[in-house]
């Protein structure tokens, strides 16, 4: 909250005339450690005009949770004389780990097709670009297959009615983050709508690191790459011949 209030002050400075967003979230640090079921956010704000009173008209509030972006090798499996086999695959420049957009009504009523592809607002707008060349369809094809995936994870999630909207002037909205999310920097970004036009836009950011025993794990096989995976083949053997020889005594 003393971050939204300074930056209140802030904006009293400013010569702008658009609307401002002033953007916060009630975990700047999210710890992962042992036992960790996931935890929620809720990201918060106000809308104001430089002056800092209420803005003059009525908005709409899309919330974007983004988590850290990776190359992927996406590969489509068939059923070939009774068995599965790798079929087509593509390789993804850039996807998002997590991603998670809440807005205060459905977002085809809030902007154009267009307007929700430049801002990826929307599961079905979600940019997954290919780094080699690949047809429209199957490109259509990989890109609703891996959401779907995701989604089942709880890693990809749309709620067109999330956010909550007091007095055009304050608003709010939660979002989960599941216990398999991956560690790094997280974007929390939210656009102020007016007339099917994004008006104003600003990010604030939330650290997922791992700490006790997951992060010494974390670390140790990063930076002792070798001997992490002869670690785990010694251990798997051991564990086999321990289950081997339980199973004989009994």
Same mark, same amino acid.
């Given at each position: 909250?003393?971050r939204v209030f300074?930056?209140l002050?802030?904006? *009293?400075l400013?010569?702008?005339?658009?609307?401002?967003?002033?953007?916060?979230?009630?975990?700047?640090?999210v710890?992962?450690?042992?036992?960790f079921?996931?935890?929620?956010l809720?990201?918060?704000?106000?809308i104001?005009?430089?002056e800092?009173?209420?803005?003059?008209?009525?908005y709409d509030?899309v919330?974007?949770?983004e988590?850290?972006a990776r190359?992927l090798? *996406?590969r489509?499996?068939r059923k070939?004389a009774?068995m599965?086999?790798?079929?087509?695959s593509?390789?993804?420049?850039?996807?998002?780990?997590?991603?998670a957009?809440a807005?205060?009504?459905?977002?085809h009523d809030?902007?154009d097709e267009?307007?929700?592809?430049?801002?990826? *607002?929307g599961?079905d707008s979600?940019?997954?670009?290919?780094?080699?060349s690949?047809d429209?369809?199957?490109?259509t094809?990989?890109?609703q297959g891996l959401?779907?995936?995701?989604?089942?994870?709880?890693l990809y999630?749309q709620?067109?009615h999330?956010v909550?909207i007091n007095g055009q002037v304050?608003?709010?909205?939660?979002?989960?983050l599941?216990s398999s999310?991956?560690?790094?920097?997280?974007t929390a970004?939210?656009?102020?709508?007016?007339?099917?036009?994004?008006?104003?836009?600003?990010?604030?950011?939330?650290a997922?690191?791992?700490?006790g025993?997951e992060?010494a794990?974390?670390?140790f096989?990063q930076?002792?790459?070798?001997?992490?995976?002869?670690?785990a083949?010694l251990l798997?053997?051991?564990?086999?011949w321990?289950?081997?020889?339980?199973?004989a005594l009994?």
């Amino acid at each position: 909250m003393k971050r939204v209030f300074a930056l209140l002050a802030l904006m *009293l400075l400013t010569g702008a005339r658009d609307p401002i967003l002033v953007p916060d979230v009630s975990q700047h640090e999210v710890q992962v450690r042992q036992g960790f079921t996931g935890t929620e956010l809720l990201l918060f704000g106000a809308i104001l005009t430089p002056e800092g009173t209420r803005a003059g008209q009525d908005y709409d509030i899309v919330v974007v949770l983004e988590g850290p972006a990776r190359p992927l090798v *996406l590969r489509e499996k068939r059923k070939v004389a009774g068995m599965w086999v790798n079929a087509d695959s593509t390789n993804l420049r850039s996807v998002p780990s997590f991603y998670a957009v809440a807005s205060n009504r459905p977002i085809h009523d809030i902007v154009d097709e267009r307007t929700a592809a430049i801002y990826e *607002l929307g599961l079905d707008s979600l940019q997954l670009s290919p780094s080699d060349s690949i047809d429209p369809d199957s490109q259509t094809h990989f890109a609703q297959g891996l959401v779907g995936l995701m989604a089942r994870q709880g890693l990809y999630k749309q709620d067109d009615h999330a956010v909550t909207i007091n007095g055009q002037v304050l608003y709010q909205a939660r979002i989960a983050l599941p216990s398999s999310v991956q560690t790094g920097t997280y974007t929390a970004e939210t656009f102020a709508i007016s007339h099917g036009r994004v008006v104003a836009s600003a990010i604030a950011r939330v650290a997922v690191s791992k700490q006790g025993f997951e992060r010494a794990v974390a670390d140790f096989s990063q930076h002792q790459a070798v001997a992490y995976g002869v670690l785990a083949v010694l251990l798997s053997v051991f564990m086999g011949w321990l289950a081997g020889r339980l199973f004989a005594l009994v």
